[in-house]
């Protein structure tokens, strides 16, 4: 019989993930975390003390899969690189949207992360407080379109979007503007809801960089 792997706080935090994924964080206990395992529970409490201690890993496993930029990257691409990575983890792990940045206790991953993004735009000239501005709306735009996309009635693409807007079929009578819309956009067959992630980030960012742009010139002209 080949020997048991040892318990770590890594493959402890990577099986409440599991649990995660398969039942929603309100399943995480050190119970069900240790049954993944084929442990006892208190064995556990060896490398993890309690409940609340294994949430804040859990918050920070999330933020270790997402791409960081590096300080000194061009802050348009690193902001795009790393909108784009957080969307695929946030619909792969659904359950995270409500716990990212809920922990009282944030851990070194999550502070990594946010020194990390921070630095990049300081050092491309934005303010700290534009900098602080531009994060909260970079993350309101992706944790908010990853609900939307993981939240639809139907699996977006390949058609699904006019097969979903056929079935709802709204009245002409009474929604216009929206029949007008669904039918110039589903007409050809080539609209996906998937892709206006990227748009609506383009759109972000333009702003952005104006504002950048704005304060720095006002910086010069003084």
Known sequence: ???????SRDRIVNAAAAVADRAGVPAVSMRSVAKVLGVEAMSLYH???NKEALLDDLADWVFERIEMPEVGDTWREAMTARARSARSVLTAHPWALGMMESRPNPG?????????????????????ALATHAFSAIDAYVYGFALTET???????????????????????LYPYLVRSLAELLGDGGYAFANEFDYGLELLLEGLESRVADANSGLREH
Do not use: C, N, Y
């Open 1 to 7: 019989m080949s020997p048991r792997t040892p318990l």
């Open 47 to 49: 490398h993890i003390p």
């Open 108 to 128: 070194p991953a999550l502070l990594q992360h946010h020194d990390r993004l921070i630095g990049v735009l300081m050092t491309e000239g934005f303010s700290a």
């Open 151 to 173: 939240s639809l009635p139907f699996e977006p693409g390949d058609g699904a979007e006019g097969a979903f807007a056929a079935k709802v079929a709204p009245s002409a009578e």
